[in-house]
């Protein structure tokens, strides 16, 4: 019997996915960050990660400082570097 792989949305575009394809992502008060297992989280889709409009609408959504939003767009880039 085959099992059901788990179906998740991307917060910016709306699109279902694979959970395994998409970037599972956490926020504290002010920061964006990799999810640590506690609390609430959130998908991205790697096509929004790379997409500068969808980042700064992420940005302005969750009321990210500029030292905040440069951190949360450098670590998308490390990402997409990165696989």
């Not at 409009?53 to 990402?79: A, M, Q, T, W």
């Amino acid at each position: 019997m085959q099992r059901n792989e788990p179906i998740r949305m991307c917060i910016a575009c709306r699109v279902r996915g694979l959970q395994k394809e998409l970037i599972r992502l956490q926020q504290s008060k002010d920061n964006i960050y990799p999810y640590s297992g506690r609390g609430r989280s959130f998908y991205l889709c790697r096509i929004c990660s790379k997409n500068e409009k969808k980042v700064k609408g992420l940005i302005k959504r969750f009321r990210l400082s500029n030292n905040d939003s440069e951190r949360f767009v450098k670590y998308l880039k490390e990402l997409d570097k990165n696989g």
